[in-house]
Nanobody, 115 residues
């Protein structure tokens, strides 16, 4: 059974940094796309950053220049380095892994940016 687990969330002051990690376990093969999404209270889930197997990245306009997504294909892991955090970045952050046949979501990790 495939499990996707995020870690690294927490409380940080505005201007601070966090690094999120997403690890997968179980029989998961052929991951094509990996990405981070977030959902703030009362809002829809939105894409934050995605990366293809070949390393092509895409970012939401609101995080460009502040966040960096990276992946380790050997470990089936994806990371999100978040710098210059703002209160509006507060949300539950979810990891998404896409294979040729399935889509896997993690349970989410809370990120709170507040002074």
């Amino acid at each position: 059974q495939v499990q996707v687990v995020e870690s690294g969330g927490g409380l940080v002051q505005p201007g601070g940094s966090l690094r999120l990690s997403c690890a997968s376990s179980g029989n998961i093969f052929g991951i094509v796309d990996m990405g981070w999404y977030r959902q703030a209270p009362g809002k829809q889930r939105e894409s934050v950053a995605t990366v293809t197997r070949l390393g092509r990245t895409d970012y939401a306009d609101s995080v460009k220049g502040r966040f960096t997504i990276s992946r380790d294909n050997a470990k089936n892991a994806v990371y999100l380095q978040m710098n210059s955090l703002k209160p509006e970045d507060t949300a539950v952050y979810y990891c998404k892994l896409v294979t040729f046949t399935n889509v896997y979501w993690g349970q989410g990790t809370q990120v709170t940016v507040s002074s």
